[in-house]
């Protein structure tokens, strides 16, 4: 009785290490499949930084209610950003508070970190303030998991920071 009682012990602890194992393997699998992705996002230029945290440079950080984002494609660049602190100079048209515009003319670098993950420089050239406003430098952070910080450097405001993921843009039929 008592090597039946051991017996079924030993294949107990065999079945649960077995699938703790299994599902490790799965978790890794699933974490470089989806790096695998990001890193494809990142390379095509083909994105949605959907920011999900704020800090500006003076004032509290908080967290974002509203759908905020910043899409890269190869071709257009475009940013609905909330903006809060303090600008040097006030903008053209008062209703159009934040960091909202598109642009079709701008630099695109990216560098792979040293963790895995990847830098990005982005820096609109186009002429006309209507367009893209004052912003001079936004500098994506990008982690393999899908975590970035985005730093927004403007000609007429403060820096600041946003924090979110990245996601996979979805083409509109």
């Not at 039946?4 to 012990?9: E, F, G, P, V």
């Not at 992705?37 to 930084?49: D, L």
């Not at 006030?90 to 963790?115: D, L, Q, R, W």
């Not at 002429?127 to 982690?143: A, F, Y």
Request: charged share 20%; glycine share 6%.
């Amino acid at each position: 009785m008592k090597l039946l009682k051991t017996i079924s012990a030993l294949l107990l602890l065999a079945c649960i290490s077995i699938s703790s194992v299994s599902a490790q393997s799965t978790r890794k699998d699933k974490k470089a499949a989806h790096a695998a992705e990001i890193k494809s996002m990142v390379e095509a230029q083909n994105y949605i930084f959907d920011a999900t945290y704020v800090s500006p440079m003076r004032g509290i950080s908080r967290a974002l209610n509203s759908p905020y984002d910043m899409t890269v494609t190869k071709d257009t660049l475009s940013a609905f950003l909330p903006y809060f602190g303090q600008a040097h100079m006030a903008p053209y048209n008062p209703t159009e508070g934040g960091i909202k515009f598109t642009s079709t003319k701008f630099s695109y670098n990216s560098k792979v970190g040293k963790k895995g993950g990847w830098t990005v420089i982005i820096k609109p050239t186009d002429g006309s303030i209507s367009n893209w406003r004052d912003v001079q430098t936004m500098t994506l952070s990008i982690s393999p998991d899908g975590y970035a910080s985005l730093q927004v450097i403007s000609t007429n405001r403060d820096p600041i920071s946003f924090n979110g993921t990245i996601e996979k843009r979805q083409i509109k039929k």
